[in-house]
Each structure stands twice: as C-alpha cells, then as structure tokens.
C-alpha cells in the first residue's frame, strides 16, 4: 500500500472520501469491493483523531431496548458482524455484567425479559462467522456470584446480575487500518497527510478539490464524479457557505476515557451507576443514573466515558489533568472499591463527537448523538456531495452501506465492476494454522503479537524481518519489535513518523504511555530513509548498515 499521489493528481475517480477516519475507512473499503473507483485522503494520518478515542466496545445494541429502537440494533448486529468476519484476529467477545435490584426497570425479571428480547432481535448473531467468534445468549446469575465478581456492592438492595455478551476491538487503530489495506487491494488509492482544502463548485455540482500534501505543501487537484465529506467533528467547518445546511450542524461533546493498569473484575466487564442524576430524554425507560463500564483488556482496565460540552476548535481538543480528575472523583464515587488517584491512570483518551442538543441544565444530561447521518445534498444545491455526520464507531459498516446504497441510485457507475476480493473466514482460519506452523522456529509470542496485530498479513512482516541480518535487529526489545518491522510498517503502510508506528502500526501506546526516548529512537530511524518510492528490499539493502550504525 503505497502514498502516490502522482495518482491522486492524474487519474479521474468515481468517488472521494475526504476523512480517514473509522467511517472514512469503511465507506472506501464497502465502495471499492462493489467496484468503484475510489479514492481515501486524510489530514492527518488514518484514525489519528476522534476514532483514536474509544472504548473498544462494538456494542450490539441490547442497551437500545430502553429505547424500543429495533432498527439501530439491528443496525448495531449487523455493523458487529462486519468486524467479525473482516478481522476477527482483532476482536474478541467478553461478558458484561449489570447488578439487578429492586422490582422495577432493574429488576430481575425485567432484564431477563430485556436479554430475552435481544437474544431474539440478534437471531442471526452467529450467522457465517468463525466458531471462536460466536456470541452466547444472556442470562442472569445468583447474587452470591455477583458479590464474588464485585465485591462491597454499595447497593444492599441488589439481588442478582445480567449478563450479556459484547464484542470487544483489541485494537481500534488496526482495526480501522484492516479496512484499508482490503480498500487498497481492491483498488482504492489512499493517502495520508493530504488536506481538503476547498471544494471548487460550479452551478450545482463539485468538479474537483483543492488538496494540499501537508508533507511538501504542495497544492493539487482530485477530480471525482462524487465527494463524500466523513470528517468527525470537523463537519461544521468544512461545508462551505453552498453546502453549510442547518440540518447538518451540530454542538459537539468531549469524550473522555481513562485506562487503569489493573483488572478489576477478572474476564467481566461491568456496569456501574454513577451517583449523579442522568436523563436520556429519548428512554422509555429511564434509568435516571448514567453507566460507567470498565472494560477489562489483559492487565488493563478501560473506564468511560464522561461527556461535556466542547465549543473551541475541535484541532484544539486537549486532555487535562481536571478532566481526568473529573472521571476518577465519579468512578471513586460510584463504587467503594475504588481509590483510584491520578499517578494511577497509565493512559487517556479524548475525543469530539457531534451532540444532541442540550435541554437541561444539568451538566451530566451532555451525551454524543444518537444516530449517524448521511445526508445527500442533492436538495442542499450539489448534486455529487454527500456528508456524513458519524457518531458511533460501531456503526461504521452501517452507515458505510448507507453511503453506497445511495450511490448506487446515482449515475455513478461502477467503472471497476463488482470486485469484492475480501478473504472468506474458511481462508482466514486455514492461513493462520498454516503461519504458525511455517514459522513454528520463531518465538510463540513474538508469532502470536504479530497475528494480533496484522492477522492474514503476518507472514509479509516476518519476511521483512528475514531479508538480511541487519533487519533481524531488535529495536524495542521490550515488545520484541525488530527493524525489518519497521521497514514494513513504512514501506507498505505508509507510516512517515514515528507516531504512526508506535501508536497507529503497532498499537504501543493504546493502554500504556511511551517514553520520548522510543519515539526519538523510531524518529531516528525513519529520518535515514530514502522517501523515494523504492521496493522494500533494495531499500533495507541499500541503507540498512547506515540505519543500524
């Protein structure tokens, strides 16, 4: 996967995406397999901003039962399977536990009825996805095994718990990344650190936009027969006076998560009620109390997530110690089992997300949207733009085949016919047996972290650790991370700094903050590079003894 923009500025595409977010990643992978000519740019690297900040929970939607909302869960199952059959080397599903108390909406029988219900709504759950990734049903468990997983339950009136089943992304960063790499193999053009600049519109249709590589500062022209604007928060900036309708505006939220080197409640993930006041205006049953989740992953323990009004530039968005303080004094609150202090948080995340418009003046009522908008501007005076309000990063597929359905009303023809080259799971389960068993010399961990992280593509990695002796040095030793890894990340994930390795590539510090010392040393490494477009083994050989010296 190549950065070539000469591509960018020569070749006439059926689409752009303008975004490279979780939702930007998913509409050019569903548009390229139905065979569109498409192209990806991002500002940025891919999935640096808002999609760097989340919970990890590909919801199935059993939390919208409260809202009678049958249609966004099954648009929550249907989104979920996509990540599990695409990536299923990068999710995992785990059980979530509720406390159950009293007679009313958190009683018992009333979330039996609840995990009944979706039980019956997510039938097709396990439909053609690999046995390891099927979800069970849910149930309800004894009081005396809900006091053994949460000890010192403040509430004396709880009698039991219900639990069900959610999918979990390992790693969000390379979970957006898979579905770039399958764009790309189906003919998609991608390109980091290239910017919209303005979309040059004439009578009511855009002919072309202006971008600028943020690399060289070099300005050029995309021409596509349609624009798809998948920006996050950026959205209210970036429609031009033309396109800027109402309905597309939006307040946006800050989202806070932290994470907790400690596992609080072994494999389960829990859901504790906060002790200040909450109303979802949109519930029809209303708990009154908003739910925080810690979500255990290994050693770690993911908490989140606090909202507040966000009204500065969102390319100003920061995390601070008083928002951090914000969510332990809550957590610490909620349950007598935490004591948890700043030193103790090991990582953050922080992102903007669009906001339902706020009618109370409790601070604690300030919650993201609840629905992702694709909007086609047909009626809006541009025939060929179509902006994408995203707030979920589970229903990224979703609203991905929304975008495409609407292509496929237009007069955009697929000019690539009907590729869809993805790999079946009989594939997928056939080329993980067979990698660790070629590579059976090399350590199990080593092995294991690299299918983690790149599943099917593993084998490319160890082959760039084997072109010579120089790329078989260890350059993080602590995570067993060699240069010919490096070398791969660079030459076929178009990573430029030492940010995108770490914390994009490798995934380094999703749960754990790295020294400025692992940064320099990638830097270092990456500055020595030849930034021509050269083949990965004439490069390492050519300017590998440099690099190690």
């Not at 002919?207 to 995309?222: L, N």
């Not at 590729?419 to 961990?445: G, P, Q, V």
């Not at 590539?505 to 903050?513: D, E, I, P």
Request: net charge neutral; charged share 30%.
């Amino acid at each position: 996967m190549k950065r070539d923009l000469g591509k960018l500025k020569t070749e006439r595409f059926d689409i752009l995406v303008i975004g490279g977010g979780i939702h930007g990643a998913l509409i050019v992978w569903e548009a390229a397999r139905n065979g569109y000519k498409a192209c990806l740019i991002e500002k940025n690297d891919f999935g640096s901003q808002t999609s760097a900040n989340s919970l990890k929970v590909l919801h199935g939607g059993f939390r919208y039962i409260q809202h009678a909302n049958i249609w966004r869960m099954r648009e929550s199952i249907y989104s979920r399977k996509v990540f599990q059959q695409t990536a299923p080397h990068l999710v995992k599903n785990i059980p979530f536990l509720f406390p159950t108390a009293g007679y009313s909406v958190k009683s018992r029988p009333a979330l039996t009825a609840a995990l009944f219900i979706n039980d019956i709504i997510s039938a097709d759950r396990n439909k053609n996805i690999l046995p390891e990734s099927k979800i069970p049903g849910g149930t309800t468990i004894s009081k005396s095994k809900v006091e053994k997983i949460i000890p010192n339950l403040e509430d004396k009136n709880f009698n039991g718990g219900a639990v069900w089943y959610e999918t979990v992304a390992l790693n969000t960063e390379r979970l957006l990344f898979e579905f770039l790499v399958l764009a790309n193999e189906n003919g998609a053009e991608l390109a980091n650190y290239v910017k919209a600049e303005e979309l040059i519109i004439e009578g009511n249709k855009i002919k072309k936009v202006r971008a600028k590589d943020e690399m060289t500062g070099v300005e050029f022209f995309i021409k596509a027969d349609f624009v798809i604007d998948s920006v996050g928060p950026w959205l209210n900036k970036f429609l031009t006076p033309k396109t800027n309708l109402e309905v597309l505006k939006s307040p946006l939220t800050k989202a806070v998560n932290i994470i907790i080197k400690k596992n609080y409640f072994k494999e389960y993930a829990v859901g504790i009620e906060s002790t200040k006041e909450f109303k979802d205006k949109d519930a029809i049953i209303n708990k009154g109390k908003r739910l925080f989740f810690l979500v255990p992953i290994g050693d770690y323990t993911m908490i989140g997530t606090t909202y507040k009004v966000y009204e500065d530039d969102p390319d100003n968005c920061k995390i601070t110690d008083y928002d951090l303080q914000e969510i332990i004094n809550e957590i610490n609150d909620s349950y007598e089992g935490f004591n948890i202090r700043l030193k103790d948080v090991v990582q953050s995340h922080v992102g903007i997300l669009p906001m339902q418009n706020l009618e109370s003046k409790n601070e604690f009522d300030v919650q993201p949207d609840k629905h992702s908008l694709v909007f086609d501007h047909i009626n809006g005076n541009v025939e060929n733009l179509i902006s994408v309000k995203s707030v979920k990063y589970t229903t990224a597929p979703s609203v991905a085949k929304q975008v495409v359905d609407i292509l496929k009303t237009k007069s955009v023809n697929a000019s690539q016919g009907n590729k869809r080259s993805d790999k079946t799971l009989e594939s997928y389960s056939k080329i993980k047996d067979d990698f660790f068993k070629i590579y059976s010399s090399y350590n199990y961990t080593l092995l294991k972290r690299l299918w983690n992280i790149y599943g099917i593509s593993s084998s490319k990695v160890i082959d760039f650790i084997e072109l010579n002796d120089d790329t078989k040095k260890m350059i993080i030793e602590d995570y067993e991370i060699y240069l010919g890894e490096l070398f791969y990340n660079y030459e076929n994930e178009m990573a430029i700094t030492a940010y995108d390795i770490i914390d994009r590539r490798l995934g380094l510090s999703a749960f754990k903050k790295m020294s400025d010392e692992v940064y320099q040393k990638v830097e270092e490494i990456l500055e020595r590079f030849d930034h021509k477009e050269l083949g990965a083994k004439d490069q390492i050989e050519g300017t590998n003894k440099e690099i190690i010296s």
